[in-house]
Nanobody
């Protein structure tokens, strides 16, 4: 069974940066997109960013210009560089990998941004 292992979350002050990583435990074939979602307390899970197999990124309006998504196909890893963090970015961040047959989710990593 494939697992997505996330790392890089933590506590940071507003204006600071964090880099999230998500690596697959086994080879995954036929990947379409790799991306990040987040869920704040009392809110629905929402898209943060995703990147296609060809490397084209898409961002939520709320993070455009502050977050950068990238991927390493050889390592089956997706990254999320988060700069100029705001308190409203506080959430559990989940990575997601979409293939032609399955959708995989990570277990989530907490990001907390303090004033």
């Amino acid at each position: 069974q494939v697992q997505l292992v996330e790392s890089g979350g933590g506590l940071v002050q507003a204006g600071g940066s964090l880099r999230l990583s998500c690596a697959a435990s086994k080879i995954i074939f036929s990947i379409n997109t790799m991306g990040w979602y987040r869920q704040a307390p009392g809110k629905q899970r929402e898209l943060v960013a995703f990147i296609t197999s060809g490397g084209t990124p898409t961002y939520a309006d709320s993070v455009k210009g502050r977050f950068t998504i990238s991927r390493d196909n050889a390592k089956i890893t997706v990254y999320l560089q988060m700069d100029s963090l705001k308190p409203e970015d506080t959430a559990v961040y989940y990575c997601r990998v979409v293939t032609t047959a399955y959708v995989y989710w990570g277990q989530g990593t907490q990001v907390t941004v303090s004033l």
